[in-house]
């Protein structure tokens, strides 16, 4: 491994591959780090990418599912509301073969890839910090220029460099299934019931070849494997897992919190759930990773050239969390909503035309994480990033 580095990008999901991708191809030198030992191992994303993120960024097309253009809404009593697009809304990623594309993007663009090493301390200095791994049972140090956090949404990058931290989440915990017996077309399925999913949703997501069946939710009030387990024995008429295959489990954590106010100082940033990326009411991510990912490897490649501190307030989650704030006040009252008649109100109100519109915002609408503007700034390093 050449040493020191430009940048090290500790984790290697989504949002890390895309900053080291694109740290890469601007000619950086840049180590990604991953404590699994490969990036396919260990995949907790249901992978949901919107028509925003569809249009905007480079997807393989073999690495997605058929397109999906109806969702539906459940209410406690399974009352049912149904929304139709007429463009392609959302396809479900086939997220082990994206990962394994990502990764020989990154390392084409010269991005040295070091699995199974775990991140363990930081130690900032003047021109050079320090990143203490272990690899192989053996702890040793790399040096670098820069350090990105993309290690997930209890991320110790952000500890180690004095940056905040995601306090609230909600856990997920799926299972991905073939041979499902469906009668509707591909479709999204979300329902809102405060026993099965306390703060959150269970979900639905069948493309024709695969369904994702999964619970999310705030962890001290409900058992996720349960809940799982109930709401597969439970699922409204013509879905059937009598002749199906399940091929797959995962879960984890999703922070609401919004996007943290502190994510940058003149030694490292975060990017994707470390930063607190996902969005507070729907806890979709994967839009959001990318967007900030390209946005924080913008910013670095200006800091980098110049060393100005002030290039890094174009990174401010400030700027963002200011966006969210609608966001955050309706995950605020999502979170309180602990008996079924508020959500089944909610969803006879979304029948009325006014608020019907709301709904078809929320799912077909391009207001996932906010366009990126360029600040003002008149340091000529900035000129990058316009």
């Not at 924080?296 to 966006?323: H, I």
């Not at 709301?358 to 390093?381: K, M, N, Q, T, W």
């Given at each position: 491994m050449r040493n020191p580095y430009d940048v090290v990008v500790v984790g290697a999901g989504l949002a890390g591959l895309e900053c080291a991708r694109r740290?890469?191809?601007?000619?950086?030198?840049?180590?990604?780090?991953?404590?699994?030992?490969?990036?396919?191992?260990?995949v907790s994303t249901t992978g949901i990418f919107v028509r925003r993120t569809l249009e905007d960024f480079d997807l393989p097309a073999t690495d997605l599912g058929p397109a999906i253009r109806d969702v539906a809404l459940y209410s406690p009593a399974r009352r049912v509301l149904r929304f139709h697009s007429e463009r392609d809304e959302f396809r479900i990623g086939r997220m082990i073969p994206l990962y394994s594309h990502y990764l020989e993007r990154c390392c084409r663009a010269g991005v040295q890839f070091l699995s199974g090493a775990r991140f363990c301390g930081f130690s900032p200095g003047p021109q050079l910090s320090a990143v203490q791994i272990e690899l192989d049972g053996l702890a040793f140090s790399i040096f670098t220029r820069f350090v990105v956090g993309a290690d997930g949404a209890r991320s110790c990058v952000a500890r180690h460099l004095g940056l905040?931290?995601?306090?609230?989440?909600?856990?997920?915990?799926?299972?991905?299934?073939?041979?499902?017996?469906?009668?509707?077309?591909?479709?999204?399925?979300?329902?809102?019931?405060?026993?099965?999913?306390?703060?959150?949703?269970?979900?639905?997501?069948?493309?024709?070849?695969?369904?994702?069946?999964?619970?999310?939710?705030?962890?001290?009030?409900?058992?996720?494997?349960?809940?799982?387990?109930?709401?597969?024995?439970?699922?409204?008429?013509?879905?059937?897992?009598?002749r199906a295959t399940r091929v797959a489990q995962r879960g984890g954590l999703v922070p609401v919190g919004g996007v943290l106010p502190r994510i940058a100082n003149s030694h490292g940033l975060l990017v994707g759930d470390a930063a607190g990326a996902p969005s507070p009411l729907t806890a979709g991510g994967l839009d959001a990773c990318l967007r900030?990912?390209?946005?924080?490897?913008?910013?670095?490649?200006?800091?980098?050239?110049?060393?100005?501190?002030?290039?890094?307030?174009?990174?401010?989650?400030?700027?963002?969390?200011?966006?969210?704030?609608?966001?955050?006040?309706?995950?605020?009252?999502?979170?309180?909503?602990?008996?079924?008649?508020?959500?089944?109100?909610?969803?006879?109100?979304?029948?009325?035309?006014?608020?019907?519109?709301?709904?078809?915002?929320?799912?077909?609408?391009?207001?996932?994480?906010?366009?990126?503007?360029?600040?003002?700034?008149?340091?000529?390093?900035?000129?990058?990033?316009?």
């Open positions: 740290l890469g191809e601007s000619g950086f030198r840049t180590l990604l780090l991953d404590r699994k030992p490969a990036v396919t191992c260990a905040d931290r995601n306090r609230k989440f909600v856990a997920g915990y799926e299972e991905v299934w073939r041979g499902v017996s469906f009668e509707s077309p591909p479709s999204l399925h979300c329902f809102l019931d405060p026993l099965l999913a306390p703060g959150y949703l269970a979900w639905v997501a069948h493309d024709g070849e695969e369904t994702h069946i999964g619970v999310g939710g705030y962890l001290h009030r409900f058992p996720p494997v349960r809940a799982l387990e109930s709401f597969c024995r439970n699922l409204p008429q013509g879905m059937s897992l009598q900030l990912s390209g946005h924080a490897a913008n910013v670095m490649a200006a800091y980098l050239t110049s060393r100005d501190p002030v290039v890094l307030n174009a990174y401010s989650g400030a700027r963002f969390r200011a966006r969210f704030f609608s966001r955050l006040w309706m995950r605020r009252l999502f979170a309180t909503a602990q008996s079924a008649w508020p959500l089944e109100l909610a969803v006879m109100l979304l029948r009325l035309p006014l608020l019907s519109g709301f709904a078809r915002h929320i799912y077909f609408g391009r207001g996932s994480f906010p366009d990126v503007e360029p600040l003002p700034l008149p340091h000529p390093a900035l000129q990058t990033l316009r």
